[in-house]
Antibody, heavy 117, light 110 residues
Framework: QVQLVESGGGLVKPGGSLRLSCAAS????????MTWIRQAPGKGLEWVSY????????YYADSVKGRFTISRDNAKYSLSLQMNSLRAEDTAVYYC??????????WGQGTLVTVSS | QSVLTQPPSVSAAPGQKVTISCSGS????????VSWFQQLPGTAPKVLIY???KRPSGIPDRFSGSKSGTSATLGITGLQTGDEAEYYC???????????FGTGTKVTAL
């Protein structure tokens, strides 16, 4: 069955870095675009980043551009999000999602990132 | 970066129908597909509607979607207590090259 398992969240100080990972299984990872979407506590959904199936097309939200880097390893069925220069407003649950808004959509359960001193 | 506007809440008695509006612009809803997401309390969101009006397998036909111009609507018929959740619309924004979500609507079965 399809599984997306996020890891790497935790508590980090402002200005610090964190790397999130998403382990995929149960489907052909290289067939799908992947996205990171976050949700601040008690707030709505915010799209963070998109990467196409081959990793050749990448987009970022303005709020993270220049600080976050999305990448994927199709051989390892893995998606990553390198987050640098973290700010308090980056505090959120981060979801990785396959085909996030399409017919084959599947979202992980999320990992919590807390940026606080 | 919510540029899609939804009402904060809607409610109806069980068995009744509710509709949720989603207002955008020509760069997002007007020229791209709309999806609708349901987020039950404490869970990850899931897609209810994609490509404006299509339902993924397993989504009951009580849920429907439509689009007209720069607005979209989600309809829920035969409202159930299990439908109480937050609902979001979403669409790609061609001008910004970002995906935008709506502000979210809380549905309550009175």
């Amino acid at each position: 069955q399809v599984q997306l398992v996020e890891s790497g969240g935790g508590l980090v100080k402002p200005g610090g870095s964190l790397r999130l990972s998403c382990a995929a299984s149960g489907f052909t990872f290289s067939d799908y675009y992947m996205t990171w979407i976050r949700q601040a506590p008690g707030k709505g959904l915010e799209w963070v980043s998109y990467i196409n199936n081959r990793g050749s097309t990448i987009y970022y939200a303005d709020s993270v551009k220049g600080r976050f880097t999305i990448s994927r390893d199709n051989a390892k069925y893995s998606l990553s999000l390198q987050m640098n220069s973290l700010r308090a407003e980056d505090t959120a649950v981060y979801y990785c999602a396959r085909d996030a808004w399409g017919s084959a959509s599947y979202w992980g359960q999320g990992t919590l990132v807390t940026v606080s001193s | 970066q919510s540029v899609l506007t939804q009402p904060p809440s809607v409610s109806a008695a069980p068995g009744q129908k509710v509709t949720i509006s989603c207002s955008g612009s020509s760069s997002n809803i007007g020229n791209n597909y709309v999806s609708w997401f349901q987020q039950l309390p404490g869970t990850a969101p899931k897609v209810l509607i994609y490509d404006n009006n299509k339902r993924p397998s397993g989504i009951p036909d009580r849920f429907s979607g439509s689009k007209s111009g720069t607005s979209a609507t989600l309809g829920i018929t035969g409202l159930q207590t299990g439908d109480e959740a937050e609902y979001y619309c979403g669409a790609w924004d061609s001008s910004l090259s970002v995906y935008v979500f709506g502000t979210g609507t809380k549905v309550t079965a009175l």
